[in-house]
């Protein structure tokens, strides 16, 4: 089974920025569609920030684009997300998520969580 392990996060002021890194590792073919998830507050349903597919087009919510960098390196198994200009309601809890490509079939894995917090 395939595990994300994330990176990054943390506390940043308005206006700064803030890298995540999520790194796939176990027992897989390659990773399909990657992409980064958040969740703004508790019992909220997670909402997609940004995605990667396997040939490197990225697409983005309306309200991150040209904020928000997705990037993935297919040699290290690892998604980033690069994020500038933050404002207080980028303020979530991130999850990186992964199409996983087994030979037993495809299976979505999901990173632990990472908080990210910007002050006004």
């Known amino acids: 089974q395939a595990r994300l392990e994330q990176s990054g996060g943390g506390l940043v002021q308005s206006g700064g920025s803030l890298r995540l890194s999520c790194v796939a590792s176990g027992e897989f073919i390659r990773l399909g569609t990657m992409a980064w998830y958040r969740r703004t507050a508790p019992g909220k349903e997670r909402e997609l920030v940004a995605?990667?597919?396997?040939?490197?087009?990225?697409n983005y919510a309306d309200s991150v684009k040209d904020r928000f960098t997705i990037s993935r390196d297919d040699a290290k198994n690892t998604v980033d997300l690069q994020m500038n200009n933050l404002k207080p309601e980028d303020t979530a809890v991130y999850y990186c998520?992964?199409?996983?490509?087994?030979?037993?079939?495809?299976?979505?894995?999901w990173g632990q969580g990472t908080q990210v917090t910007v002050s006004s």
């Open positions: 995605f990667i597919d396997s040939r490197g087009i990225a």
């Open positions: 998520e992964a199409i996983v490509v087994r030979r037993g079939g495809n299976e979505n894995s």
